[in-house]
């Protein structure tokens, strides 16, 4: 979840010296990476509804665990700026972002190309299939490891079917990586939020001024992102008056964007850029009004769990769809989606398991915390 999102540790401080620390940014990920696992369980009833279902109402809250992408994407966008406030040289930051997102991507696809064979059979089957490896074109490989199924149909006016599924938020992070780091070479540190004012102000005039935006880093999901963003400008303010007006900012854009958007869209069964762009805003609100009682939850045991799972979200998020789709298929093949409610009784643990040990074996190999000093993760 997809998704999801700089996938980083968050327990020591992320941001620049002026910056307030966030000490439970990884929790909130924990949570999102498992909204985004029920999201993908019932994948069957996407079709047949929940209504009929035993347990119709919790499966349909289920649905709407795509929420959890845009909550990461919002956690991205204070992180991504944060640690380019914080990185020395744009280089660096660059080299930091390739090497925490593409290497445990790449190994994930090579992962899939091994385990095609066995499981070929299950996962080739709709709804949500994940493509044969023969099946993909010249270009959807260049789209697939490079990371720009997003954007590269719009160049190649050919469909890029992702081989993971929930890669396409990746897409989206990479092209926020892209332009977070462009922000901080022509701006530097000091005008940095200025920069990134600039572009949401371009996003916002697009579509009047008849720019297509739909998928590429420019559409609505930008919102939550950008929201993101704002929350970092919002505690590195040194006064509660510059604190005081960029949350007001902050609330009055997502009040807007709230009030324009359908409901039925924030309901629907899948996320969109537009109802995307709200619940990435809307979070980003949450977490500054939790700010304050920011300690107090980070070292409450219940929080524990989440945090465990927050600090192996991204492979979790990796790892997650290939579990979802074979195990979801095997029960819709029993005949069992009358009881998709209880579905994640398999699900959840054993994507937190091939989560673990892929973080284990693989993801905590490309930490940051190699590139510089001491425990920093982003």
């Given at each position: 979840m997809n998704p999801h999102h700089d996938s980083s540790s968050t327990s020591a401080p992320i941001?620049?010296?002026?910056?307030?620390?966030?000490?439970?940014?990884?929790?909130?990920?924990?949570?999102?990476?498992?909204?985004?696992?029920?999201?993908?369980?019932?994948?069957?009833?996407?079709?047949?509804?929940a209504a009929n279902l035993w347990g119709g109402a919790l499966v349909a809250l289920f649905h709407l665990?795509?929420?959890?992408?845009?909550?990461?994407?919002?956690?991205?966008?204070?992180?991504?700026?944060?640690?380019?406030?914080?990185?020395?040289?744009?280089?660096?930051?660059?080299?930091?972002?390739?090497?925490?997102?593409?290497?445990?991507?790449?190994?994930?696809?090579?992962?899939?190309?091994?385990?095609?064979?066995?499981?070929?059979?299950?996962?080739?089957?709709?709804?949500?299939?994940?493509?044969?490896?023969?099946?993909?074109?010249?270009?959807?490989?260049?789209?697939?490891?490079?990371?720009?199924?997003?954007?590269?149909?719009?160049?190649?006016?050919?469909s890029v079917p992702a081989l993971l599924g929930p890669a396409w938020t990746l897409s989206y992070e990479e092209g926020y990586y892209l332009i977070v780091g462009l922000l901080r070479a022509l701006f530097g540190r000091t005008w940095l939020m200025g920069g990134m004012v600039l572009v949401t102000a371009g996003v916002i005039a697009a579509p009047f001024l008849g720019i297509r935006v739909h998928s590429t880093p420019f559409d609505a999901y930008w919102y939550g992102f950008a929201a993101g963003a704002a929350l970092h400008g919002c505690l590195s303010q040194p006064t509660r008056l510059g604190k005081g007006l960029v949350a007001l900012a902050l609330a009055s854009a997502v009040l807007i964007l709230t009030l324009q958007t359908p409901l039925d869209r924030l309901l629907a069964l899948h996320s969109t850029p537009e109802a995307g762009g709200v619940i990435g805003g809307v979070f980003a609100i949450v977490l500054l009004v939790l700010h304050p009682c920011d300690t107090w939850l980070a070292t409450h045991r219940l929080m524990t769990p989440m945090q465990w799972c927050g600090e192996r979200c991204y492979s979790i998020y990796l790892m997650h769809w290939p579990v979802c789709k074979t195990l979801a298929t095997l029960f819709h093949g029993l005949g069992w989606d009358e009881y998709a409610v209880l579905w994640p009784l398999a699900t959840v643990p054993f994507s937190l398991l091939a989560g673990h040990l892929f973080h284990r074996v693989v993801e905590r190999r490309f930490l940051n915390a190699k590139l510089d000093a001491p425990t920093q993760h982003t």
């Amino acid at each position: 979840m997809n998704p999801h999102h700089d996938s980083s540790s968050t327990s020591a401080p992320i941001a620049s010296p002026s910056a307030v620390r966030y000490r439970t940014l990884d929790h909130w990920r924990g949570l999102a990476a498992l909204a985004v696992i029920l999201h993908h369980t019932p994948i069957y009833t996407f079709e047949t509804g929940a209504a009929n279902l035993w347990g119709g109402a919790l499966v349909a809250l289920f649905h709407l665990g795509w929420w959890g992408v845009p909550a990461f994407f919002a956690i991205s966008g204070y992180c991504v700026v944060a640690a380019a406030d914080r990185t020395p040289d744009v280089k660096t930051y660059f080299k930091r972002r390739f090497r925490r997102i593409y290497p445990p991507y790449l190994i994930t696809l090579c992962l899939i190309l091994a385990l095609w064979i066995p499981l070929g059979s299950i996962w080739s089957r709709e709804p949500f299939s994940i493509p044969s490896p023969a099946s993909l074109s010249f270009t959807a490989w260049i789209g697939n490891v490079t990371l720009t199924m997003l954007w590269l149909p719009r160049l190649a006016r050919t469909s890029v079917p992702a081989l993971l599924g929930p890669a396409w938020t990746l897409s989206y992070e990479e092209g926020y990586y892209l332009i977070v780091g462009l922000l901080r070479a022509l701006f530097g540190r000091t005008w940095l939020m200025g920069g990134m004012v600039l572009v949401t102000a371009g996003v916002i005039a697009a579509p009047f001024l008849g720019i297509r935006v739909h998928s590429t880093p420019f559409d609505a999901y930008w919102y939550g992102f950008a929201a993101g963003a704002a929350l970092h400008g919002c505690l590195s303010q040194p006064t509660r008056l510059g604190k005081g007006l960029v949350a007001l900012a902050l609330a009055s854009a997502v009040l807007i964007l709230t009030l324009q958007t359908p409901l039925d869209r924030l309901l629907a069964l899948h996320s969109t850029p537009e109802a995307g762009g709200v619940i990435g805003g809307v979070f980003a609100i949450v977490l500054l009004v939790l700010h304050p009682c920011d300690t107090w939850l980070a070292t409450h045991r219940l929080m524990t769990p989440m945090q465990w799972c927050g600090e192996r979200c991204y492979s979790i998020y990796l790892m997650h769809w290939p579990v979802c789709k074979t195990l979801a298929t095997l029960f819709h093949g029993l005949g069992w989606d009358e009881y998709a409610v209880l579905w994640p009784l398999a699900t959840v643990p054993f994507s937190l398991l091939a989560g673990h040990l892929f973080h284990r074996v693989v993801e905590r190999r490309f930490l940051n915390a190699k590139l510089d000093a001491p425990t920093q993760h982003t």
